[in-house]
Structures are given as structure tokens and as C-alpha cells.
């Protein structure tokens, strides 16, 4: 499976955003699609997943503020970003996953929210 994020930009705080992860390739084999995000001198972390049935689940640290959805024609996956802190700034990377492994990563797409 290839991913290609997109979307990610400077923003001020209380602003939105909205990332896209385009995915190709053997997307019959994808069970979740998965947003994680990684700041600087920091791990890696899962912010948002969505199921193939729409399951949709969140960080606590975004719940209220982001939504995760998918656009099955055009097997997309989309992150809203809402009420933007500053602490959300960090590199979003897109991810598919089976039952279990990860197929894919996209690339990153920098998020960047001043104060």
C-alpha cells in the first residue's frame, strides 16, 4: 500500500487544518487507517484511527477537536483538525494497517501552530 499525506501547514492557534492520506495500491487489504504524529524529541504517537466499518477512535489529547473520516471513492482518509494549540505542532504521518501489521506509512506532513 502507498499513502501520500498532504494538507499540513503554519497556522495560528484556535485555527483548522485538514490533512488528506491518499492511499494506492492493495487497499482490499487495509483494516485501519491511522493518524499518528511525532514533535520534536518526542515519540511517535497514534492521535486517530478509523476502522473499515467507521469505527472512529481518538487520543484524549484531541478528542472534541479532531475528526477522523474516509472517502471510500476516492480511498482517501481525511484528518479535521479544529481548535488548533500550539502543542499540536508536530510531523502527522498517515498509516495503514491490517489485522495486526502495518502495511504502509505516507510521508509526514509538517503541522505547525503558533501561539
Known amino acids: 500500500v502507498q499513502l501520500q499525506a498532504s494538507g499540513g501547514g503554519l497556522v495560528q492557534a484556535g485555527g483548522t487544518l485538514r490533512l488528506s492520506c491518499a492511499a494506492s495500491?492493495?487497499?482490499?487489504?487495509?483494516?485501519?487507517m491511522n493518524w499518528y504524529r511525532q514533535a520534536p524529541g518526542k515519540q511517535r504517537e497514534l492521535v486517530a484511527t478509523?476502522?473499515?466499518?467507521?469505527?472512529?477512535n481518538y487520543a484524549d489529547s484531541v478528542k472534541g477537536r479532531f475528526t477522523i473520516s474516509r472517502d471510500r471513492a476516492k480511498n482517501t482518509v481525511y484528518l479535521q483538525m479544529n481548535s488548533l494549540k500550539p502543542e499540536d505542532t508536530a510531523v502527522y504521518y498517515c498509516?495503514?494497517?491490517?489485522?495486526?501489521?502495518?502495511?504502509?506509512w505516507g510521508q509526514g506532513t509538517q503541522v505547525t501552530v503558533s501561539s
Open positions: 495500491g492493495s487497499i482490499s487489504s487495509i483494516n485501519t
Open positions: 498509516k495503514a494497517a491490517g489485522i495486526g501489521y502495518a502495511l504502509g
Open positions: 478509523i476502522s473499515n466499518g467507521g469505527n472512529a
